[in-house]
């Protein structure tokens, strides 16, 4: 039998307990192996009198050291007591599974060698792409290519609200409170909307692809806080769809990565990706292009790969010790590639600003549409590197008549 210790008891625990117990008949079949909760660990055991494992619910971490367990699974959250309590259970030689990409963002090398020091295994399939098997492909399946490049959605939350605005015109706030709502963000959504979340999937993601370690400060960030229904109303004259795509590559050992809102073409993979959907496209040098994708946030899809975790440990048992490289990545912050951009420049003098932008780029087309506003010029610009707009936009940003630049990549 094997004892399963559940850290948290919130949407993604509920999902295990009921995820565990309406597989355990047909995972003994299988395996042979019978799963058994035997503890889940809250903050406050009233919260939870109504749930239906209630008699399983403790609030003492040392109930459950102290306890025959062999796997914990932490769906916490956080950074800590996550961190203190997870590295106490290797310590411990207990297997362990989480969800938390919080955590492996920050301490996963230092925590993966733990594990292996102390013969464990720890897994994290959930903690990028939700539902997804990521992880475990990019280790194992192909783990014979050389990545170059990976371009992703990671944040479900930040898709739903773009794909609702988009979609449905509905305002920010009105998608935003949905998707807490249904369990998709954060406890605090900042880290959703400002681009954390999707940035730490990304390093994550980008550390096991290119084996140094990225950290996710050093990627570039923006999030969707700023975007707007005019945004929406250019992306949709040209046939583009706004997403915040999650980019890294990896050129001569130099690694770029950057989270921000991108315009993009209809015709692209991901933007057929919408709501909570997740979709993860990886380059390798072998197999080209591969395409992942499926929900990235909720209750059952990440129970999901939680349960495919319990299951690898149960079937490889001390067989499997992952590790992070521990080789820091150079992180350039601007790519080499050119593309084309769509910006809007907030001014009151709409001429000398079309002068002004006209003279900087050689492949400039500026908006006459409806959709234009009277203090504001909005271009295409094509075939430019961001460097080059970065550098004339600082210069724009100081006339006096200039009030704001947004630029968008369009990809
Ligand atoms: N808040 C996260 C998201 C949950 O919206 O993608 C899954 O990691």
Not at 111 to 116: N, T
Not at 384 to 401: H, I, Q, V
Request: aromatic share 8%; glycine share 6%; charged share 25%.
């Amino acid at each position: 039998m094997a004892s399963i210790a559940v850290l948290g008891y919130g949407v993604v625990g509920t999902g295990i307990a009921n995820l565990i117990n309406k597989n355990k008949e047909r995972f003994k079949s299988i395996t042979g192996e019978e799963l058994n909760i035997s503890s889940i660990l809250v903050k406050d055991k009233n919260k939870h009198e109504q749930k239906q494992n209630y008699h399983l619910v403790t609030d003492s971490i040392e109930k459950i050291f102290n306890n025959p367990v062999d796997i914990v699974v932490e769906v916490m959250g956080g950074l800590h007591p996550a961190y203190e309590y997870v590295k106490k259970a290797l310590k411990l030689k207990k297997h362990v599974v989480t969800a938390n990409k919080d955590l492996i963002a920050e301490y996963g090398e230092e925590l993966l060698d733990i594990a292996s020091d102390n013969g464990v295994t720890l897994n994290f399939e959930a903690s990028v792409g939700g539902g997804i098997p990521i992880l475990k492909p990019l280790m194992e399946s192909l783990a014979g290519n050389k990545i170059f490049e990976i371009q992703a959605i990671l944040n479900g939350t930040t898709n739903f609200i773009l794909s609702k605005m988009y979609a449905e015109n509905m305002g920010y706030k009105d998608a935003l409170k949905l998707a807490q709502n249904l369990g998709f963000a954060e406890a605090n959504p900042d880290s959703d909307v400002l681009g954390y979340d999707a940035a730490r999937k990304l390093s994550i993601l980008s550390t096991i692809a290119y084996g140094m370690k990225v950290n996710w400060v050093d990627i570039n960030i923006e999030g969707i806080t700023d975007i707007d229904e005019i945004d929406f109303e250019y992306a949709k004259l040209n046939g583009y769809i706004i997403k915040l795509l999650a980019i890294s590559k990896n050129k001569d050992e130099k690694i770029y990565g950057f989270v921000k809102p991108v315009m993009i073409k209809s015709d692209s993979y991901l933007s057929k990706i919408d709501n909570e959907l997740n979709g993860i496209v990886i380059e390798g040098d072998a197999v080209g292009n591969v395409f992942f994708s499926g929900k990235g946030a909720g209750m059952l899809p990440t129970a999901s790969s939680v349960f495919g975790d319990i299951a690898d440990i149960i079937q490889n048992k001390n067989k499997k010790n992952i590790k992070f490289n521990d080789k820091e990545a150079y992180i350039e912050k601007y790519w080499d590639e050119k593309s084309d951009w769509l910006v809007r420049i907030k001014t009151n003098d709409r001429l000398n600003t079309i002068c002004n932008l006209s003279e900087s780029f050689k492949n400039c087309h500026m908006y006459t549409s409806s959709v234009t506003q009277r203090d504001e010029v909005a271009a295409i610009i094509r075939n430019e590197p961001e460097f080059t707009l970065d550098s004339t936009f600082e210069k724009l940003s100081k006339l006096s008549y200039v009030t704001k630049i947004k630029k968008f990549m369009i990809l």
